[in-house]
């Protein structure tokens, strides 16, 4: 074969392909548009540990807003909309949509993780997410998170479901309560994160002057931890207290082990 003519073969080759191609997709095109959302395969991460919503639970979401996606075409489906309206949800924190080849719509949905239960002095209840966001109890109300009592009333109402907003410079007391918020959410995620001291600290209380005290699990007092300031030294000093004095003492001999003074465990009986 002279090279002319090898030109002209390689020429139709690629022409022939390029046709191919374009048919195959037009025809995938006129598929996709004749294909029928079969169905829903809805994954909610984390569903058995954090437990707020359910595949049933998203459903009812899409519902409410009048979304029937079973049975309608797929190409008529806006996904970014489908995003859009779970991720608007205060539970939901990120929310993937696609379709299948098999026509099913799938839905991957992350949960907000509850890092506290709060309860205000005005009786407000809400948890509070790892990313700062405040959200109903609702039927979630039994998640084993620490719960934070005699915190003070809070510039937002008691309905309010989102992201914590910050108050106005001008605002003193709030702005004193938000900046205190802020130390509390960042102790109560290293609290979440070391094993151990998820285990044993099941509430918070809140004291005037911003001093906390901490209600163990094991043991029949209270641990006067003051305020945020050096906390991770505090409990580590208890940590140690609890290794070389509690565990020949027992668990239940003080009603008060105080941390705020430097370097010092008091304990009263």
Avoid at 108 to 135: C, W
Avoid at 146 to 152: N, Q, S
Avoid at 154 to 171: C, L, S, V, W, Y
């Amino acid at each position: 074969m002279n090279r002319n003519s090898k030109i002209i073969l390689d020429t139709l080759v690629w022409t022939a392909l390029a046709v191919y191609l374009v048919l195959a997709a037009g025809y995938c095109s006129r598929q996709q548009s004749d294909r029928i959302c079969t169905g829903l395969n809805i994954v909610v991460k984390d569903s058995v540990k954090i437990g707020l919503l359910s595949r049933s639970a998203v459903r009812d979401i899409l519902v409410g807003h009048s979304l029937s996606l079973t049975g309608a075409p797929l190409d008529s489906i806006n996904l970014a909309a489908v995003e859009e309206i779970l991720v608007s949800h205060p539970m939901v924190q990120s929310v993937r949509v696609y379709s299948s080849l098999n026509g099913r719509l799938n839905i991957e949905l992350e949960q907000r993780r509850p890092v506290a239960r709060i309860q205000t002095e005005n009786g407000y209840r809400f948890f509070l997410s790892a990313d700062e966001f405040v959200m109903p109890l609702k039927s979630a109300s039994l998640i084993d998170v620490p719960l934070v009592t005699g915190l003070p009333e809070f510039t937002f109402g008691t309905d309010f479901e989102g992201e914590i907003p910050a108050p106005e410079e001008t605002e003193k007391k709030s702005l004193e309560n938000y900046k205190f918020l802020q130390n509390l959410i960042n102790f109560v995620k290293f609290v979440e994160r070391d094993p151990f001291w998820n285990a044993q600290i099941v509430q918070i209380h809140v004291l005037p002057g911003n001093e906390v005290e901490l209600i163990p699990r094991l043991g029949r007092g209270m641990i006067l931890l003051g305020d945020f300031a050096g906390y991770r030294k505090k409990l580590d000093k208890l940590y140690k207290f609890y290794q070389r004095g509690l565990a020949y003492e027992g668990w239940n001999k003080y009603a008060c082990i105080n941390l705020k003074y430097e370097d010092q465990v008091v304990c009263t009986q």
